[in-house]
Each structure stands twice: as C-alpha cells, then as structure tokens.
C-alpha cells in the first residue's frame, strides 16, 4: 500500500466520517445537557430531505441548509417538548422521531416531486462544492506533506471544515464558558442547576437546539455536499453509528472526532477492500459490512474502557411527584 | 396519590392519546391533498370489511404480538429491547433451518420443532447484548441496534452464499416441504368456509395468543416473573432481596428474544413458506409501539397488535387503492408511539390533577 | 384491462420498476387505452395483490421481479382463465409467461465499451446488494471488459445487506471515489437509488459511469458513457399489447430479441467512438449469432471471469 | 460542649424578640403546598428576626424541608406569601431567592459531583460568559471566606473526592459567596461527628454575631437548647407552635413534636444470651471504586441478645449490614451458628442468608425494603418469595395464600388500612415499615439485621416496634440493630459497640455507657471520657487525646 493510497482512504474516512461528527457534536450537546437522544438519525434524515427539496426547489444549496436545520430543529423541538416539558421517555421518543422522519420524508417528497420519494437531482450552486485551499494545486507533487495538503486537507466541501472547526468549537464552550458550565452540570444534577438559581428547562431546550441545528448540519453534508439530492432512508443508519462514537468517546469532543473518523475510516477500508483475503479463509463481503457494528459492540463491552454518561442522562427533571 | 381510577389509565388515557395521532395524521393527509374521510373508509373496508380483510389483519396482529410481547417481556425488567428486527431476524433462519434439515412428518410436528428453532436463534441474538448489559453494563439500547445490522448481514451470506438452492435467482431459501406447512384459518373447520383459501392468518395466531396467556402468567404468576418485576421497579431491593441483575437481565432478555424469534413460524412458516431477505419488514419495530400502547401487558398487547395489524392491513390497502404512499403508515406509527409514549403525559398531567383535585374536594366535605 | 405489479422498489425507481412504468405508458398513450397498477407494500401483500387484480378480471397481469414467482407459482393454477407475465423469473404455469432478461449478454456489451473507454485499464463495478441477480449482471460486465482488454482490472464492490443498500447514494459515491483512486475510470453502477451516488461522483471526478435498466445517460450529459438498457418496458409493452392472447411459456429477452442494449443518445454520442461502435456491433452481432458465448453466472452460480 | 458565649449572644438576640424593633428578617404567611394529596403544609406564618438562630424541629415528613424549599422557591407554595426584610417578596424560583439573599443548604446536597468546588462556588453566579475570570475572582474570594470563618476546602478538588464535611463546607461557602445573609441549614447535624458539628455551630454563631440570620432545621433536641434563639414546631404539616429557646425544655417540644408525652425508655427485662449465633472476625469491605469501608471487623451476637451500633451516619454501618445481608461481598470470615457463608458472592445471596435464618430490615426501607409500586401482599414475601410454602405447584406462585397470610400479618402488625392488595406507595411511612418488619420478624429468624428501624417512623409505631424487638429478643434470637439515634441505641440494647471510619472503636455493655464517651469513640477519639466507661473494650485505633 504506497502512500497515495493512505491519503486516499483517509480523505474518504474524512468525507464518511464528517456526518457522523457533526451527528455526534450534536449528540453530545443534548446527552451533556442529560437528555439521551435516539432520534440523531431521524434528524438528519429530515434535514437531508428538507435541504434537498429546497436545494433543488431553489437551487441554491445555502437556503438548502436553513431549510434542512429547521427540518432538524422541529424534530428536536418534538423531542425536547417530550423530554423537557412532558417528562416523557426520553429513548421512545427518540424512537418516535426516527420513524417520524422515515415516513414523513417520503410522503412530502412524493406528494412534491411525484418521483418515488426522492428530490430532484441537485447540480451547480445546489450543492456544496469541494472548495480547493489556496496553494493545494501548487504543492499537490510535494511528497508527503504537500500530498497530505492537496489531497487530504484540501478539496473538501466547506460543511467538512465546518464540522472540524466544531470540535474545538465544542471544547471551548463546554469547558471554558458559563454555557459550557452550565450545560454539563444540568446534566450531572440538575438540581444544582435549579437551586442555583437557573432555568434547568431553558438550558436543556437551548442544548436540544444546538443538537438540531449540528445533526441538521450532518444531514444536509448528506444531501447537498456528499451526494447530490435526497433519497429515502438516505442516513442508512449513520444516527446509530454517530450514538456509538459518543459512547465511545465519552462524551468528550475531542475524543468524538477520533471516534467518528475512525469509523469512516472502517468503513472507507471496507469499500476499499470489499473482501480481505486473510490465506486461510477470505472474510465475505457481508463480514467487511458489519465490522463497524461489530467493533462498536466490542468498544460498549467495555474492552477499551468504561464509558460513565452523564449522571442525569435519561431522567427527566421531576421535582414533585 | 393513588387517586385516578384504574379505567382512566389504562382505557380513557390511551384512547385519547390515540385520538390525537389519528388526527394529526388526518391533517397530514389533508396536506398532502387527500381526502382523509376517504382515507378513513378505505383502510376500515380494506382491513375489517371482509373475512380476506380479516385474514390479513389477523396475520399481521400475530407478528405484532410476538414482538409485543418479547418488548413487553423486557420492559419489565426495565430491560429496552430495540432489537427485535434482528432476534425475529435470526428467528426466521432458525425455522428455516429447521424445516429444511429434517423430512418432517405433519405440520404439527413440524410447528414444535420450528418454534424450538425460532425461539432458539432469536435468544441467542438477544444474548449477547444481554450478557455485555448484565455483565459490563453496556448500554442494551446501543448493542441490541447493532445487532439488527449485524443480523442482516448474517441472513445475508446465510441466504445468498448456503442456503440459496443452486442456481435459484432469489436470495431466499427453498420452499419448505408442504407437510411443513400451517392450516391457514381457510383450512379450519367451521370458521374455513368464512375465509378464502389465500388469507395468510394461520394457526400461528392462535399460538400468539397462547403466548399471551403464558407471558401473563410468567409476568404475574411465577417466581422468575416476580423476580422480574421486582427488579424492574427497582435493581437496589432486588439486591436486597437476593435476585441476581445478571439472571434477571440474562432470563428477561433470551425470553424476550425468543419470544421475537418465535414470530418467524407466522411470516416464514406460515406464510412465505420459506426464508427470503428482510422478512420481518419492521415488525420488530412495531413491537415497540404495540408493548407501549398495550402498556405491557399481554393482554394490552393483544389489542394494541390488532390496531397495528388493522394499521397495516388499512394502510396498505390504501396505497393499493389511492395514491397516498405506503409511508402514511409509518407515520402514523410514529405518532402513536410519540403520543401514546413520550407525550403520555400531556394529558395524564391534567387528567390526573382533575381527580386529585376531585379527590381532595371529597375529603373536605 | 391490463395491469401491472410493481416491486418493492416503487414505480419511480429511476430503474426497474420505472421501466416497467414506462412501458405501460406506452401502451397507454399509444391504444389509448386504460390500465390497473399497483405497488406492493410488504411481502405478505404479494399474493393479496395479485388475487385482487385477478378477481377484478385484469388480463393479462404483470409483475416485476423476481420475488414474485413463488407467489404466482401458487396464484395462477386458481385463475386459469387469466394470463400471468412475470419479469426476471421463470415459473411454470399454463397461463403464465415468464420473462427473463439476458443481462450478462447487454453488461457484456457494456463491458466491452467500458474497456475501450478506459485509458487506465481499470474499470469498476458497484452492485447493490450481493445476491445472484447483481453477480449475473457483474459477470457479463467482466467478461466484456477482459473482452476489449484481457489485462483490464476490473474492481468490484457492493453497498451493504440491508435494504438501505439500494438507497445509500453517500454510501455508492464513496464506493466510486474509492474505485476512481484505485484508477478506475469508468464505472458500471448497479444498485438502484445508490447508483445515483456512483454516477454522480463519477460525473464529479470526471471520469465516465455507466447507467442500468433506463437510460440514464441524461443525468450527467457528456459524464455517462452509456447505460445498459434492461427493456422492461418493451416487455410490458408487449405483453399489454398481447392482452389474453399473451403467450404462456418462456420468453427470453436478450440482444435478438432487442430486450437488452446500450444507450446511445445526444447526451452520450461524443463519447462512444467509431471504432467503438464498431466493436459493440460487431459484438452483438456475433452473440446473437451465437459466435460469443456469454456466460450467464446463474447457469452454474460462478463466473469464469474476476 | 457550646462555649457559654454562644448563649450568651443568644440571650440578647432573644432579647430583641421581646421588643422588635424594625421588620422581621423573614416572615412567612400562610404558606400552604400539597403533593397530589399529601398536604405537606398547612396554612403556616412564621416571622424570625434578623441576628437570630431559629430552629425547626419535627417529626419526619412534618414539612420542614417543604417549608424551608418554598422560602428558597425551589417549590411553589399552592397559597400564602413570603415578606423579607419587610417588604412582600414573591419568590417564584432560586433565582429570586439568591437575589433576595437566600442562601440554602439542604438535606441531600445540591452540588455537581464531578465539578471542582470552584466551579460549584461560582454556577449560577458567573460573572460573565467566559469562565476564567469568574474562576479566578472566585478563588481569591474563597480564600477570604475560608479565612474568616474557618471553612477550609481545596478549591481544585472535585466533590466526590470530598467527605460529606467538607461537602457541607462548600454548601456553606456557596451561600456566603452570593452573599446571602439570610442562611437556611437542613438538617445539617446528621451527617456530621460531633467535632463536625461543634465546628459548624461555632460558625454559626460568628455569623450570627455578623447579622446573619439562620434557620436551622435538625432533630436534635440538644442542638435547639444550644445555639437556637426561637423554635418552631411542626407536626404533620402543621406549625404547631413557635416559642422562644430559653423559655423552654426539651421535654416540652417532644410534646409538642409528638401530640403527647413521650417516653423514650423501652421496658425490658434484662437480657440472658444464649449460644453465640453470630461470630465476625476480621472483615473487609470495599465499594465500588475500591475504597475500604469496613477494615476489619470483629464482633459476636449471641441468641437473645441485642447488640447495636452506634455511630454517625456512613462510617460503615450500611455495609456491614449489606454483606452480612447477603448483597455487598467481603473478605474475612462470618459464622451463623457455627457455620461459615460465603462472602464472595458467588455462592451465597440475599436469599440463601434468608434460608440461613438471617433476616434483614434494611436501612432505607424505600430503597431496599420495598418495591413502592408492588403490592402491600407481593411486599410481604419479597425475598421469600422462592420460600415452598408459597408455591402453588413447581410452575406458580399460591398467590392467593400469600394475600390471606397477608392479611393475618397485616392485623398482628396493626398496619393500617389492612388492604393486602393496595400498592406500598399508599402506606404511610410508618406503616410501611411495619409492613418491612412484619415480613422480616414474623418468620422467627435467628438472626436479625435491623438498619434505623424507626427512621421516619411516628411516635406510636416506634412504640410498637420497640416492644416487636425485645420480644423478638426475648424469644432468643439474636439483633444486630443499626441506629444513628443514640436514645435509640441506649434504649433498646445490651450491649453497644461503636463504629468509626468502618471500625469497632469499641464495645462494652450499655449500662456503663456514657453519652460522652460515646460521643468521642464516634469521632475515632479515646481519652479520659471512654476510659472511664466500665467493662468497655476500647480500640487501639482510636486517638488516645482529644485533638480537634
Ligand atoms: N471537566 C473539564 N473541565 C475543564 N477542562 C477539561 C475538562 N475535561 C477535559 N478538559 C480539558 O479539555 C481538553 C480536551 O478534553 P476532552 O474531554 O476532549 O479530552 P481529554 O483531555 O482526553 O479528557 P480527560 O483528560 O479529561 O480524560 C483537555 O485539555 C482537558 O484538560
Ligand atoms: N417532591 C415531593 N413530591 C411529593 N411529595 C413530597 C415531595 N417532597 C416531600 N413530599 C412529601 O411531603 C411531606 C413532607 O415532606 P418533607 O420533606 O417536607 O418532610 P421533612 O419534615 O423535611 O421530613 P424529614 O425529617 O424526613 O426531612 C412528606 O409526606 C413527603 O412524603
Ligand atoms: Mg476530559
Ligand atoms: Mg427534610
């Protein structure tokens, strides 16, 4: 394997790895602030629709993005009035949001565009297009390191740098601003919040929000960046992938990254290498498939360490019974 | 504080819950430029109009109620099972297995022997997810999803690379041998002549219901269901009291499973009368919303199963007949589970305080 | 009144099922005439659908897919007054005709431009999902790529086991990027909707796809070196034109029967050569004269070719 | 052990009283709040003056913690109206309350564990977006209070690291840092030893020498006498009375507590010990994160007799009944009768302790004891339930024998209302114990683990289950009781053996058993106090001199 192809099958894990960054920053917000949150892949489903029927109504990919974050954001508003004002369930409500999305995507995109649930092939200022950091064509035959600039740094769609620029980003406001303070300690007690005198229900809508507006972010790098327009089911499962990285990475940003690339990073070497021939057996296709599910199951078990969620997680605040 | 009468929460709360969904999908039909009255009248025809209506109906309510249960099984030992998709998955390999290994006899016979199977592989899905939540306190919810991806791969390979019959296009088992398969309702006496040779409701229904009453019993009549309920409501006392989490969970959660597998002799042996790729179609996340309406128990289920199956059946006769998208139905099936489930309380907060109130007014006079 | 059944896919599939659909459309705009369709809503609903056209006196009925044939296999002894087409599976009924389609003869031809096409000697291949029905199509991609070119890589992949596999365009771009570093330069996509993602990204990188079922050559104009024609739609057309008289047995839609091709339109015409035109009707005719043999991978579940 | 000055302020503080001169620091009209149909509190006005210490004792449940939360506007009265300083202040959440100079510390406190205490001084209070300004500021500010009123705890520690001590401290710290001057304490004795609580009532005092004012809520009768200048009285929700400290007795507000004389002597004949049924020797436990609890405990029960410990709350008494309970291992040996159980785990729980004849009340009945949502009937064979007698045949359980044996112990036990199929939850809290103890006692066991069998409970249950024990006693088993009450302690046992940082400091009969030495073995110290006590066998583990 020379070094062009490890630049390549890490400018992939970039590009598959990204949705499930911006869905599992966007977990993090809403599971730091103490509520679980099943429904990433809903929302990012409803966001890859809605920027894609706006992308191709428009076409223009930025009213695209308002139009899948606000997609997102009524799911996560759905999901805050059932887990902040109702004090519901919080993991059925996730439920409820994903089939909400799976449905309901279809059957606007049909009764729309009357073409089997799907939008409109999106071209030109439609989509996102790859942006090219200045000097990337100059240092492209640099080894090495002009090669890492030109071929894995450069040429990406600006919600990918977006996503990387989140990171510490996150980092920051959560351990280095009030919100930040704030947000982690409602999810840790809330009742500390509350007697010191601040809104438990505000904060925790404001973090539902910001996770609406990050898995928006991550389904319309679906639909405008990655590919071009919606199609039904078009997430195929990366909200689940997104709520493992969390685990996996504790709930920290920036072990979320490392998480999140690595699991495109398994799955860019499993498109790579559909079959891998070990001399004795050659594992199947369908093997190479599952692995990220797979070793997502072997990290929960704890093998590599414990994952402690945030101690309220799950729970809603409930003063009197 | 126990002041709302007991038909308040389990019949008055529900059926309100349910009232609003079907509104709001209503609204939803009328923004997508259908007729929802017309709706209406096509899905109750399509689905309870006719015994061929019924036939369907029944048949999907016998899947619901197997994953029903094994969600409901679960639930009570605060156990979330997501992954009834995959343990009915797996179930279906095992009955296929099953009924192609051996010649058997008669289809009564073979049904024992495919339940055994069924259950079998469906346990064995939810074992592990179940062992790694006992043991290392990994997160059910999380592992049980991931299992129904990795359970689709397996039927995969299963299907396409042993058990396709050689030069066979579909990726899907041979057709079970006719002695295999279930007296569907055309096929029992007196009833029979109501139905038509193709509904696809069989005998398996009757085992679901047998499954309801066993469940009840498990849950409400047995130690082991003492021991989970117990620890359902809380892992502390049943500490105290000596109940092992790791049996509960581990008994729980292969019952549950088991009970997902168990689903595969109604849609694999008594339906395709063999095993094709995506079989369940989602019923094991039906299973969620029909154990949350039925709220847990067996017979909550049963009624919740037959809405589902009336959804289903109504729903796809609506597509059949209109040109309202299959989708409605997976919407309305959110809105059931959000309604019913996460904004339970919404009206239960008012609801209750209402009698509370009335209550307190009571004992002041 | 003819009907029709189409498959879980939905009828507007961009491929198949469209096909079908168009077909139909046809005939309907053609005799002016009216026609019965339906969607299937889950398996259970096969044999439902089926008897509800039946009994609703529609003549003949046709259905795509394969999955249905066990079902019909079942139904049609019941209405032996009515006429049954099913596509891509051969059942064995008195009233019941089945039509299949010699993919590996039309992905061969395609195969064999793709060959020509390639500078680097590398072509790719991305299927849905890993069932018989996409290797047969691989197979006859193979054998015309090694055709044109006997030392041309070929690489395959698939998307996944799910039924997302179909729908995972994301999923289908990256496959192609990743077969576009590996020097692959024109990419043959079938996969359904994810094929969309295989032509896109391919059309992005500059580098030329091939379409499947319809002609999708119009998606990315100049990008899409062809697409390989799976008629469906002539099938149904056929068989709504036939009406009761439909023909039961076996019928078998290859390169003579025009049932496979390639697409060659204003949206492709500057990228398919002479020379290469040549070469493919120099190839057709010569399997429909029977001068080339292609191997279909379902006659013994193997390919001879990687 | 109050120095005399500290009465002495209050003297004058009482004085002020008599004669007030400007508006009350807080004055609470009418409050009333129901949860669903509990009424925790019943049209209740109060006023403290400004410079004063006000206590409020009550029984459990009374109220006080409702009470105190709606001054903090943590809850929402249904009716009435909160004036400080004068003025009519609505105090519609905390925020409100921290600006009107409320500072609160409760009974379960509010910090986030895994927060360093500045960061826990400063939420809520931040001074502006960005955290380290506020850091900083905060840490200088800390340093100042920590001075001036001895509250010293590292800044940088985060709360779990910290003992429930110093976990106070920072409840302190963090009303004084938003500068409330009006300071509510709930119940903050209970976790504390005596040195502890000395420590915070000298800081008490100091503020109120500063102006401050104080709510102190405790059940501890001796505590009102010492630093209180009034006292108020709740029972069931009610405020029974107010009165000023110095004008009363501590026998006079245990009636007033109660509703009627008090006698805290349970009569017992005096115990005669059979065969030794419970023997200890050199156990160890650890908790989850690996910290020792126990460190090596020795200790033997004989049949009928009654040994209790002693000590404050969480110095090893749960897990010492946990592992003898059968739900916590250990290592070390335990025989019951003779016979040794396995402490691993592996071969042992709570169940075969059962079959053993070890039964177990546990501490926190609504935790442990009890499923709340099961049935006063399904509760009463919990952890027996696998017990033949109530199978009906090897697949069900003979429900409805259960529900009549049921109602039988229901009438011995006196649990009212008698209904074997209401849920727990409806049993009040002293009912539900009796259920508890019914269930546990009825089965004669040779072994009983009582954990506070009275917390919570009212003053006629207690009675009862008072008398329960002895009898039980009587009869010859052998009771391990755990109580933090020491009245409890002295009343009901032979023998009493203290227990400090998950050791034995000592041991010896209950009659030569001073308060005092008591008090001082409870804060790990030997000395003149504990030597004193006759026929007592004293830990070399505990501080020969009193130090602070
Ligand atoms: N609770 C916290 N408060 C303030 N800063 C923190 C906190 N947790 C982590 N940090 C700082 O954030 C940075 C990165 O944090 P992150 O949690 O992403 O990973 P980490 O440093 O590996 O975590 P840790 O060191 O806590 O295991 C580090 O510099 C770390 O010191
Ligand atoms: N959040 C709540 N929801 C419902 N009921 C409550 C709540 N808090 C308290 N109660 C009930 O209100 C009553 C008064 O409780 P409160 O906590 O005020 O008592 P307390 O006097 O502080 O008792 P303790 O001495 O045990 O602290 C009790 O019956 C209690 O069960
Ligand atoms: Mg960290
Ligand atoms: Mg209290």
Redesign the pocket.
Known sequence: MDFATIVEILDSAVRLGTPLLLACLAGLFSERAGIFDIGLEGKMLMAAFFSGAVAAVTGNAWLGLLAGVGGSMSLAFVHGLASITFRGNQLISGVAVNFLASGFTVLIAQSWFHQGGRTPQLSGNGRFEPITLPGAEAVKDVPVIGQIYANLLSGHSILVYVAFAMVPITWWVLFRTRFGLRLRAVGENPESVDTAGISVIRLRYTAVAITGVLAGLGGVYLATGLAAGFVKEMTAGRGYIALAALIFAKWRPVPALGATMLFGLLEAISNRYPNIDLGVITLPIQFMQAVPYILTVIILAGFIGKAIPPRAGGQPY???? | ?EKTPKWVDVALIPVLNLLIAFVISGIVVLLIGEDPVKAIKVMVSGALGSPYGWGYTLYYSTNFIFTGLAVAVAYHASQFNIGGEGQATLGGLGVALVLLAVPWPHWTIALVAAMFGGALFGAAWAAIPAWLQAKRGSHIVITTIMFNFIGASVLNYMLVNVLRPPRSMDPATARFPAATHLPTFHDIPLVGQFFSKSVPANVSFFIAILACWLVWILIWRTKLGFEIRAFGRSEPAARYAGISPVKIVMAAMLISGGLAGLMAINNVMGEAHRLVLNSVEGAGFIGIAVALMGRNHPFGVFLAALLFGFLYQGGGELALETTIPRELITVIQALVILFTGAFDNMLRAPIESFFVARANARKEA | EPAIIYDLGGKYDKSFNEAAFNGAKRWADETGGSYKELEMQSEAQREQALRKLAESGANPIVMTGFAFGDTLNNVAPDYPDTKFAIVDMVVDQPNVESIVFKEEQGSYLVGLMAGMASKTGTVGFVGGMDIPLIRKFACGYVQGVKAANPDAKVIQNMTGTTPAAWNDPVKGGEIAKAQISQGADVIYAAAGGTGIGVLQAAADAKVLSIGVDSNQNYLHPGQVLTSMLKRVDNAVYDAFKAGPDLKPGIKVMGLAQDGVGFALDDDNKALVTPEMLKAVDQAKADIIDGKIEVHDYMSDDSCPVQ | MVETGTTEAGRQATAALATPEGAPAIELKGIS?A??T?Q??KDISIRVMPGTIHGII????????????ILYGF?KADAGEIWIKGRHTPIPDSEAAIKAGIGMVF?HFKLVQNFTVLENIILGVEDGALLRPSLAKARKELKRLAEEYELNVDPDETIEELSVGHQQRVEILKALYRQADILIL??PTGVLTPAEADHLFRILDNLRREGKTIIL?T?KLREIMEITDTVSV?RR?EMTATVKTAETSPEQLAELMVGRKVLLNVTKTKAEPGRTVLEVENLSVKDEDGVERLKGIDLTIRAGEILGIAGVAGNGQSELLEVLGGFATGTGTIRINGEEIDLTGKHSDGQSRRRRGIAHVPEDRHRLGLILDFTAWENMVFGYHADPAYQKNSFVMDNAGIVSHTAEAMERFDVRPPIPTLPAKSF??GNQQKIVLAREIERNPDLLLVGQPT??VDIGAIEFIHKRLVELRDQGAAILLVSVELDEIRSLSDRVAVMFDGRIMGHGPVESATQTGMGCLMAGLGGDDVRGMDGWTISDEAAPEETD
């Open positions: 409930v003063k009197e019974r | 504080m | 709040k949860f669903g509990v925790a509190n009550g029984e459990n449940g009374a109220g006080k913690s409702t009470l105190m939360s809850y009974q709930d119940e809520i059940h709740m929700g009040s809290g917390r919570g």
